[in-house]
Protein backbone atom coordinates (compact mmCIF):
# COMPACT_ATOMS: atom_id res chain seq x y z
CA UNK A 1 0.00 0.00 0.00
CA UNK A 2 1.41 3.44 -0.95
CA UNK A 3 1.81 6.45 0.95
CA UNK A 4 -1.15 9.26 0.23
CA UNK A 5 0.96 11.82 -1.45
CA UNK A 6 -0.22 15.36 -0.75
CA UNK A 7 1.32 18.22 -3.15
CA UNK A 8 0.72 20.86 0.03
CA UNK A 9 3.08 19.00 2.29
CA UNK A 10 5.69 19.38 -0.72
CA UNK A 11 4.66 22.99 -1.99
CA UNK A 12 8.32 24.21 -1.02
CA UNK A 13 9.76 22.03 -2.37
CA UNK A 14 8.58 21.49 -5.55
CA UNK A 15 8.14 24.05 -8.71
CA UNK A 16 5.47 24.28 -10.54
CA UNK A 17 5.20 24.50 -14.23
CA UNK A 18 2.22 24.10 -14.98
CA UNK A 19 -1.55 24.36 -13.23
CA UNK A 20 -5.15 24.28 -14.93
CA UNK A 21 -8.13 23.20 -13.63
CA UNK A 22 -7.75 19.56 -14.04
CA UNK A 23 -3.80 19.10 -14.68
CA UNK A 24 -0.65 20.00 -12.69
CA UNK A 25 2.94 19.86 -13.24
CA UNK A 26 5.50 19.91 -11.25
CA UNK A 27 9.13 20.03 -10.82
CA UNK A 28 10.87 18.61 -8.07
CA UNK A 29 13.43 20.76 -6.69
CA UNK A 30 14.36 19.01 -3.80
CA UNK A 31 14.75 15.31 -4.05
CA UNK A 32 11.51 14.43 -2.48
CA UNK A 33 10.88 10.79 -2.65
CA UNK A 34 8.30 8.91 -4.70
CA UNK A 35 5.27 7.41 -2.79
CA UNK A 36 5.45 4.78 -4.49
CA UNK A 37 9.11 3.24 -5.25
CA UNK A 38 10.66 5.66 -2.87
CA UNK A 39 13.47 6.83 -5.31
CA UNK A 40 13.39 10.61 -5.99
CA UNK A 41 11.33 11.76 -8.73
CA UNK A 42 11.79 14.30 -11.74
CA UNK A 43 8.70 15.43 -12.37
CA UNK A 44 4.59 15.01 -11.13
CA UNK A 45 1.92 15.36 -13.15
CA UNK A 46 -1.38 15.70 -11.65
CA UNK A 47 -4.11 14.35 -14.24
CA UNK A 48 -7.40 15.31 -12.14
CA UNK A 49 -9.96 15.17 -15.48
CA UNK A 50 -12.55 11.93 -16.54
CA UNK A 51 -10.15 11.92 -19.53
CA UNK A 52 -6.49 12.93 -20.03
CA UNK A 53 -3.92 12.57 -22.71
CA UNK A 54 -1.26 11.26 -21.69
CA UNK A 55 2.05 13.20 -21.43
CA UNK A 56 4.75 12.93 -24.04
CA UNK A 57 7.05 10.08 -22.51
CA UNK A 58 10.20 10.25 -23.62
CA UNK A 59 11.68 6.16 -22.12
CA UNK A 60 11.82 7.60 -18.22
CA UNK A 61 10.26 5.41 -15.35
CA UNK A 62 6.54 6.36 -14.57
CA UNK A 63 4.69 5.32 -11.29
CA UNK A 64 1.01 6.00 -10.94
CA UNK A 65 -0.58 6.49 -8.01
CA UNK A 66 -4.37 7.01 -7.87
CA UNK A 67 -5.98 9.34 -5.51
CA UNK A 68 -9.09 10.52 -4.59
CA UNK A 69 -8.73 13.62 -6.38
CA UNK A 70 -6.46 12.15 -9.57
CA UNK A 71 -3.74 10.41 -11.21
CA UNK A 72 -0.86 11.17 -9.72
CA UNK A 73 2.32 10.20 -12.37
CA UNK A 74 5.59 10.69 -11.39
CA UNK A 75 8.36 10.37 -13.73
CA UNK A 76 11.73 9.49 -12.92
ZN1 LIG B 1 8.52 5.84 -8.38
Given at each position: ???????????????????????G?????????????????????????????F??????????????????????
Amino acid sequence: MSEPFDIHDHRHQMKQLRESSDTGLYDNRDGVSCPVCAAAFDRLFILRGRTQQFPENDGARFCLLNQDDGVYLFRH
